[in-house]
Nanobody, 127 residues
Framework: QVQLGESGGGLVQTGGSLRLSCAAS????????MGWFRQAPGKEREFVSR????????YYADSVKGRFTISRDNAKNTVYLQMNSLKPEDTAVYYC????????????????????WGQGTQVTVSS
């Protein structure tokens, strides 16, 4: 069992930056690949980014590539999402999720493959 809790969301202007954090407790954090997803009002949840267990391999949705950076600190049981050059279309609730299984594209984009989820943090980008 893993418990996840996101923080760092807020209101920011277009072009601004935010760093989301996801703290994990419970079973060994380093046993899980970690992902970030988001859900905007009226839209389906979508994949944002994923990082493997040791933090070597990272993956991004095309919509955030070059603007967002995922990282993790296994000593602190925390995964981060640095979001730069934010756009109004980035407005959503952002969720972190944990996956105990090594996966390749496109399976790592599927939310159903993640076993544990946080409660989400709201990111609002004003125009």
């Amino acid at each position: 069992q893993v418990q996840l809790g996101e923080s760092g969301g807020g209101l920011v202007q277009t072009g601004g930056s935010l760093r989301l954090s996801c703290a994990a407790s419970g079973r060994s954090f380093s046993s899980y690949a970690m992902g970030w997803f988001r859900q905007a009002p009226g839209k389906e949840r979508e994949f944002v980014s994923r990082i493997n267990r040791v933090g070597v391999s990272t993956y991004y949705a095309d919509s955030v590539k070059g603007r967002f950076t995922i990282s993790r600190d296994n000593a602190k049981n925390t995964v981060y999402l640095q979001m730069n050059s934010l756009k109004p279309e980035d407005t959503a609730v952002y969720y972190c999720a944990a996956d105990p299984t090594r996966r390749s594209w496109p399976d790592y984009k599927l939310g159903s493959n993640y076993d544990y989820w946080g409660q989400g943090t709201q990111v609002t980008v004003s125009s």
